[in-house]
């Protein structure tokens, strides 16, 4: 099934745009320049929002929550709903501690995985069958410390080893909008 909406997770404003916790939106950041298309907020969707086409021929919405990462389900519920998008093709972006800096990999479906704003998300939405796009950010060693972890910012190793995996997920993007999930996968899981 292709993908209507991708939604990039992340915390709003200046604050916290270079922290771990905004990988998601770093790269639909990034799918917005590559459309040559610019964020505008709307306040009935609690979020930052864009129609952009992917090539060959994809056409879909990215959102950025203007909501904090707790609260995100809220927003991409907003914009689902008004647009009637099924949970099936929302493509969700976030960091993922289990993985290190340079890992991504793409699930369809699964837990929240101690993510707080997959929960929000997976609450508002009643279903967990949404795509993810995950990053890895690494872990700090210790469960206290992650709040401080995934609101700084990233060394600089792990930032380039962060945006060499948005490269490689940038690649596959047309295969994920299109529906071709599984090739998608393939390419991604093989290339890093």
């Not at 915390?11 to 298309?37: C, K, M």
């Not at 949404?130 to 990053?135: P, S």
């Amino acid at each position: 099934m292709s993908i209507a909406l991708i939604v990039g997770l992340g915390n709003p404003g200046p604050r916290y745009a270079v922290t771990r916790h905004n990988v998601g939106f770093w790269l639909v950041d990034q799918i917005a320049g590559q459309a040559h298309e610019s964020f505008r907020t709307e306040a009935k969707f609690s979020g930052e929002v864009c129609r952009v086409e992917i090539p060959p021929g994809g056409i879909c919405w990215l959102l950025k929550p203007n909501t904090f990462m707790n609260r995100s389900g809220q927003s991409v519920a907003a914009l689902a709903n008004y647009y009637k998008i099924p949970v099936e093709q929302i493509l969700v972006i976030h960091d993922d501690l289990d993985f290190p800096p340079g890992t991504v990999r793409l699930k369809k479906g699964g837990g929240d995985c101690k993510h707080n704003g997959l929960k929000d998300i997976i609450s508002h939405l009643g279903s967990k069958q949404f795509l993810r796009l995950r990053f890895g950010i690494g872990h700090p060693g210790h469960r206290d410390d992650v709040i401080g972890y995934v609101l700084n910012a990233p060394t600089r190793d792990e930032h380039a080893e962060i945006e060499a995996a948005m490269s490689a997920a940038l690649e596959v993007m047309p295969l994920i909008v299109a529906g071709e999930v599984n090739k998608a996968m393939q390419q991604l899981h093989t290339h890093i």
